[in-house]
């Protein structure tokens, strides 16, 4: 885990203010950033986030850091706009609750933006943390260029978020954007999704569906180098199947180009529901991304699968790509996001200003 954002430091005095408190709450640790109206980052801090302890104590020692970085950076309140808190599970964005909060036992429908809000002091927004990565990569990250886009997470599963202008897709009932769960086999022998349901694209994609496959792949007697490695008494992991594929495995990179491949399945249902400027794909999974020959062979087969199985003007004009804010997008979208309701609310949203809103590095 990072304990520091990937680029540099913000000095306060170069900053650009207003300023945003972005923090990504996640099961084992929150990313607490304070971001200027640039998008660059002032201050961040890992957080060990102890859910057991319960929303209460947690909210608590969130508060207690938000106030302690402001006085370590030296803000002064009125330069501190909003907070974004990017969460993850199922929310209720009417309420600001978490309604089905997976890897938080107990949180079910807690109030985390009341909950904030009276200790913090300030508005808070409340985001899907799959959402605000995607708004870290629009704003600031490789989606900079684009009017709408997608980013898939691939981790465990498969995390996703849709921005089209600064609009962030959440859906009637907090169900927006699950892409991971977009049907791509109807077969009898469909596999079973992490949801319980089958054929989801979570199903053949991301770490858990992997680690899966790749187990079963072993049990039937598949050739490959994986066994000297688990017999050494390695544990299977994404790691151990990227850099045997980069060892030249056959097994491994047949096991990624499957996983490329249903991926770009998936990629051509968004093309043909959203018709998205671009898609970028993040998290763990992307296997080293462009500094490999793994991440740059499976970037390549989704595009070129994804090309095939789509209209002539959609392949195109088609940009699939990778992240750019590794671990940092989500803290960094989740101020973002209280950028814009900060604007909303000011009523200094007009045309101009809303086109202007992300390219801010352009206005004043
Ligand atoms: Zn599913």
Redesign the pocket.
């Known amino acids: 885990m990072d304990q520091q954002p990937s680029h540099h430091l913000t000095p306060c005095h170069e900053a650009k203010f207003p300023c945003y408190v972005g923090v990504d709450l996640g099961g084992t640790n929150t990313k607490l950033g304070i971001v200027d109206d640039m998008g660059r980052t002032l201050y961040f801090e890992l957080i060990s986030t102890r859910v057991e302890q319960g929303p209460d104590a947690v909210m608590d020692r969130i508060a207690e850091r938000v106030s302690s970085a402001i006085q370590q950076i030296g803000l002064q309140s009125p330069e501190l706009a909003a907070l974004g808190i990017g969460a993850p599970g199922i929310l209720d964005f009417r309420e600001g609750t978490m309604r089905v909060p997976v890897n938080f036992p107990g949180w079910e429908n807690f109030p985390i933006r009341q909950q904030i809000r009276e200790r913090v002091n300030m508005p808070v927004v409340l985001a899907n943390d799959a959402s605000a990565a995607a708004y870290g990569e629009f704003w600031v990250g490789n989606g900079t260029q684009f009017d709408s886009l997608v980013l898939l997470t691939l981790g465990t599963g498969i995390g996703a978020g849709i921005i089209i202008g600064d609009l962030i897709i959440e859906g009637n009932s907090g169900h927006g954007a699950e892409c991971?769960?977009m049907i791509i086999d109807t077969s009898p022998s469909a596999r079973r999704?992490?949801?319980?349901?089958y054929g989801?694209l979570?199903?053949y994609c991301g770490a858990r569906a992997t680690l899966t496959i790749t187990r079963e792949r072993l049990d039937e007697g598949a050739e490959t180098s994986l066994r000297t490695r688990l017999e050494a008494g390695e544990t299977l992991s994404p790691r151990l199947i990227s850099e045997e594929a980069e060892a030249g495995d056959a097994l491994c990179n047949e096991l990624i180009d499957n996983m490329a491949k249903r991926l770009a399945q998936g990629i051509v249902s968004l093309l043909h529901t959203i018709d998205p400027a671009c898609v970028l794909l993040g998290g763990a999974m992307t296997f080293g991304m462009t500094s490999t020959a793994t991440g740059r062979r499976f970037l390549s087969i989704i595009r070129s699968e994804a090309k095939r199985q789509t209209f002539r003007t959609l392949a195109n004009q088609l940009i699939i790509d990778y992240a750019q804010l590794g671990s940092d997008a989500g803290y960094i979208g989740s101020a973002g996001i209280a950028r814009i309701s900060h604007f909303a609310r000011s009523k200094v949203r007009n045309e101009m200003q809303v086109a202007s809103l992300r390219r801010n590095t352009t206005s004043e």
């Open positions: 991971g769960h999704c992490g949801c319980g349901m989801h979570e199903a």
